[in-house]
């Protein structure tokens, strides 16, 4: 997966919990295009890493938010991050030597 869809998906949850219309897990999961895992997995990375205080309401089949939260990213555009992902991927495909892994570091440095 791209860090771009990544990160709409993030976005379209936060969206939609904020509006109090994300229906159930199936539904949510539906609507995006995703897997009831996946989505599991997203809004676990969005409670623990992002420290969003994401709850489900069982009775109303919505997600919600405890308190008001805003979504505060910095994110670096979504070229560059796929992009240095792409190029961590062909180093473990290629086992590439130390040199070229330097070269690659610097770049990843560059735009981190």
């Given at each position: 997966?791209?860090?771009?869809?990544?990160?709409?998906?993030?976005?379209q949850i936060h969206s939609l919990i904020q509006r109090g219309s994300?229906?159930?897990?199936?539904?949510?999961?539906?609507?995006?295009?995703?897997?009831?895992?996946?989505?599991?997995?997203?809004?676990?990375?969005?409670?623990?890493?992002?420290?969003?205080p994401i709850k489900y309401n069982v009775t109303l089949k919505t997600?919600?938010?405890?308190?008001?939260?805003?979504?505060?990213?910095?994110?670096?555009?979504?070229?560059?991050?796929?992009?240095?992902?792409?190029?961590?991927?062909?180093?473990?495909?290629?086992?590439?030597?130390?040199?070229?892994?330097?070269?690659?570091?610097?770049?990843?440095?560059?735009?981190?």
């Open positions: 997966m791209s860090y771009t869809n990544y990160h709409k998906r993030i976005n994300t229906g159930s897990r199936g539904v949510l999961a539906t609507r995006l295009g995703v897997s009831i895992s996946t989505l599991h997995n997203t809004i676990n990375y969005m409670r623990n890493t992002l420290d969003a997600y919600y938010y405890t308190t008001d939260w805003q979504m505060n990213l910095m994110f670096k555009p979504a070229k560059e991050i796929d992009r240095a992902m792409e190029l961590l991927q062909m180093m473990e495909q290629l086992e590439i030597d130390m040199a070229s892994f330097l070269k690659i570091l610097t770049i990843i440095k560059q735009i981190s």
